[in-house]
């Protein structure tokens, strides 16, 4: 959950450092760090500030000598040991040539840790990642080149890596590897450049390229070459990128996290583009399962994580009720832990905004053993569960920054209802006039989501007589439970306030007995088979003296007997609420944050993409 950066051959090597660890940080900000190398010198600077650490090393680095073409970056989440500037990256080797950044957890890293102690290595922190160091040092010192010397190292480790490498010995080199966290590869003329993510280098290299897992590339100012851990050559797989990094500016918004909750009516529009043929067929250019397979399909096993999680939650409701299909929903994390059943017929859906998350990789992977066949459900092309995966279907909601997902949600419910509607056609579980109609609904789905843009106002106002509470429980009946849950998630992660969803149904079951005056209790009540069990739950905490703010439809004239606030949603489709009621929750919890003065594109201690188990 770190960000790297790496550059070869230019003449502005530390600006480019520094501005793509600025792009980066939202993968991990207690500490930043730089190294910059030249013939028989090494030239570092750490920082660890927080979410200050990129400014402080900008100060740290205006005392950088000048003349280095080559150097590599890191912004670190911690993992093993404390966020001090002892700690980050870049680490060093005993002789003070050797600089490495890392992304990842080195498993066996206490017992490599004590052999080189052994041997007479001193180390200087707490992180696993200074084995990388030591094990290239030693390496080195039998003779290796460092390409040699990292392939050797790497054999020796467990775990998860995405690693950068430097030697004030054989300057103008980087050295990278990757297994399972994510890396890219970038070239333009006479320079070469490396990122964990691509908008780190995506104004300055013209090719990308992507690496995977348990290969070995080194780089120059004249390209680059890969080999495998067995050290033989291999190519790298080009990526085509079809955004610019304007789409990484902030585009006149306050922040990232505005400007993305206002581009969701376009992420959902074109996550439906051109998915309809003339004849009804619900088709997906990327999808690399054939309709038979997908007829033949007995079962449906979801796997995500977070955000993902939730709108793995939303598709439940729908396959089972559109395809008549089974449906589990796994957090991936825990799918592979606990010996899962795979039959034969079993579809595995990975659900993942970045495809780079590695818990969900990890159950496609382990999903594909046991001979499921997966599809893939994200945002980013030729990510790590792309190309793990059987098929895939991107939700094109284009490039997310802040931590907090908001357009990635309602674009992976299209994408997931979509293929709900797909499956029950090839199962004809629905007649075409159905399909078609629910089709159209779910076109219109966007406008709906600017009508409640449009109503940001009214929210602002509720969130500023809400600013002194503490606790919130956020409730729900049918998809109105997960579209709860990502409101809880919303609220908690931007505003660091307690919030917990449930399913309304269970408030007697325990939930109850934390009701009391102060308490907000916020209610997702656009279901109508569900409307008269929700409004009995809301009397019930109203009674004990909660605040209930409502999520109700434009045409509920019953809400307001129950609910102190009630912000007002259109009517839609039942399946497709949680795209439109979610809106107003993430609203919520913007301006709660923004009126608490917290960093809502940075929330503490949390990072993009959680690329370590």
């Known amino acids: ?91 060093l080797d005993c002789s003070g040539h050797v600089a490495i950044i890392h992304n990842g957890i080195i498993e066996n890293h206490a017992e490599i840790r004590a052999e080189l102690e052994a041997r007479g290595h001193l180390f200087s922190s707490r992180t696993d990642s200074e084995v990388l160091a030591h094990l290239v040092e030693e390496a080195r010192g039998g003779g290796a080149e460092l390409m040699e010397a990292v392939r050797v190292s790497l054999l020796t480790v467990r775990g998860a890596f995405a690693v950068a490498a430097m030697d004030a010995t054989e300057p103008d080199v980087i050295v990278a590897a990757r297994r399972i966290s994510p890396l890219v590869v970038g070239t333009a003329p006479g320079v070469t450049y490396l990122a964990s993510d691509i908008p780190a280098i995506l104004d300055r290299a013209t090719a990308f390229y992507a690496v995977n897992d348990d290969e070995i590339v080194r780089m120059g100012p004249e390209g680059f070459r890969a080999i495998d851990l067995e050290g033989a050559p291999v190519r790298l797989k080009q990526l085509t990128i079809d955004w610019d990094l304007e789409t990484a500016e902030k585009g006149g918004f306050d922040d990232f996290m505005s400007k993305e909750i206002a581009e969701q009516p376009d992420a959902i529009r074109a996550t439906l583009l051109d998915r309809r043929r003339k004849d009804g067929t619900i088709t997906f250019d990327e999808l690399r399962v054939s309709d038979d397979e997908l007829r033949d399909v007995k079962r449906v096993v979801l796997v995500a994580a977070g955000t993902s999680h939730h709108a793995a939650l939303v598709a439940k409701y729908a396959i089972e009720r559109w395809a008549r299909l089974g449906v589990d929903v796994d957090i991936a994390s825990e799918y592979r832990y606990r010996d899962p059943i795979v ?227 259109p009517v839609t489709e039942p399946m497709f609420t949680p795209m439109i009621d979610i809106v107003p929750l993430q609203l919520f919890a913007y301006a709660m944050a923004r009126g608490l003065g917290k960093n809502v594109d940075r929330p503490r201690n949390l990072a993009k993409t959680v690329t370590v188990e």
């Open 1 to 91: 959950m770190c960000g790297i950066i790496g550059v070869v051959g230019s003449s502005d090597t530390l600006d480019t450092l520094l501005e793509g660890l600025t792009r980066l940080e939202y993968r991990g900000y207690d500490s930043a760090g730089v190294a910059l190398v030249r013939q028989g010198q090494t030239w570092r600077a750490r920082t660890a500030e927080g979410t200050e650490s990129v400014s402080a090393l900008k100060e740290e680095c205006k005392k950088a000598p000048r003349g280095f073409t080559s150097g590599i970056g890191h912004t670190r989440w911690a993992t093993h040991g404390a966020p001090e500037a002892v700690n980050a990256h870049p680490h």
């Open 343 to 569: 039959e034969v017929g079993t579809l595995v859906i990975g659900v993942s905004q970045s495809g780079e998350t590695i818990d969900t990789i990890q159950a496609a992977r382990e999903a594909r053993r046991r001979g499921a066949r997966v599809v893939a459900i994200s945002n980013i092309v030729d990510s790590s569960l792309a190309r793990e995966s059987d098929a895939v279907i991107y939700t094109r909601a284009g490039l997310e920054v802040s931590v907090a997902s908001t357009k990635a949600f309602v674009a992976q419910v299209a994408a997931l209802e979509l293929l709900a509607l797909r499956l029950a056609q090839l199962r004809q579980t629905l007649s075409p006039s159905d399909v078609d109609a629910l089709f159209l609904g779910l076109s219109h789905v966007s406008a709906q989501v600017a009508q409640v843009l449009a109503r940001g106002a009214d929210v602002d106002d509720v969130a500023k007589q809400l600013l002194g509470a503490r606790d919130f429980f956020f409730l729900g009946r049918h998809v109105g439970f997960p579209t709860a849950l990502e409101g809880a998630l919303k609220l908690k992660e931007l505003s660091y306030l307690h919030a917990e969803g449930y399913p309304a149904g269970e408030l007697k079951h325990g939930p109850l007995a934390l009701i009391e005056p102060g308490v907000v209790v916020v209610a997702v009540a656009t279901d109508p088979a569900m409307h008269e069990k929700l409004l009995s739950n809301l009397a019930e905490v109203k009674a004990r003296g909660a605040t209930v703010v409502a999520v109700a439809t434009d045409d509920d004239e019953k809400i307001e007997a129950v609910a102190d606030y009630v912000l007002r949603v």
